[in-house]
T-cell receptor
């Protein structure tokens, strides 16, 4: 069965510092991975997906199949990046999402 | 604005009662999924409806059931409520259930408290 692990529940960094949110997955097939973000009092929204290889709001994530990881990175954190971040894997007959437990990122001034 | 709307936003029920949560999908989306998010946890997949048929289900008991209507709106019904059913219930819609390339859009959720 598929599994997504986010080892850090809480992560604090100072503004301008690099940030990395860790995500590891377990899946026997070819993974399709996403990062979702939830800002305070807002709905869950897609941040980026690995197949697009895009950079959104300065964030990037590289799929490492050897390490089964999909870590989210940003070289210079901003206060507006403070939010809950979820890593998710899409699989199954319904193409449903399996989420990690989330990492609450706080960017300090 | 994603267009997925859910109602009610908050409700309180007593153990053993039944609850119905409603979701209107984004215009043109024919696939609706429901997720349960307990406090401090990531969302967990309950089931998905595609063109009014259930086409996938997570590890939830049969007392969790659903419907999808011709206009693609959906309901989640939970019978015999238990205290552990207290959670945020999220509805998500997308254009086609089998396509991996389509973005899934979430609603703001319905907070259910079982006392």
């Amino acid at each position: 069965a598929q599994r997504v692990t986010q080892p850090e529940k809480l992560l604090s960094v100072f503004k301008g510092a690099p940030v990395e949110l860790k995500c590891n997955y377990s899946y026997s097939g070819s993974p399709e991975l996403f990062w979702y973000v939830q800002y305070s009092r807002q709905r869950l929204q897609l941040l980026l997906r690995h197949i697009s290889r895009e950079s959104i709001k300065g964030f990037t994530a590289d799929l490492n199949k050897g390490e089964t990881s999909f870590h989210l990175k940003k070289p210079f954190a901003q206060e507006e990046d403070s939010a809950m971040y979820y890593c998710a894997l899409r699989s199954g007959s319904a193409r449903q999402l399996t989420f990690g437990s989330g990492t609450q990122l706080t960017v300090l001034p | 604005e994603t267009g997925v709307t859910q109602s009610p936003t908050h409700l309180i029920k007593t153990r053993g009662q039944q609850v119905t949560l409603r979701c209107s999908s984004q215009s043109g989306h024919n696939t609706v999924s429901w997720y349960q998010q307990a406090l401090g946890q990531g969302p967990q997949f309950i089931f998905q409806y595609y063109r009014e048929e259930e086409n996938g289900r997570g590890n939830f008991p049969p007392r969790f059931s659903g419907l999808q209507f011709p206009n693609y709106s959906s309901e989640l019904n939970v019978n015999a409520l238990e205290l552990d059913d207290s959670a945020l219930y999220l509805c998500a819609s997308s254009l086609a259930g089998a396509s991996s390339g389509n973005t899934i859009y979430f609603g703001e959720g319905s907070w259910l408290t079982v006392v």
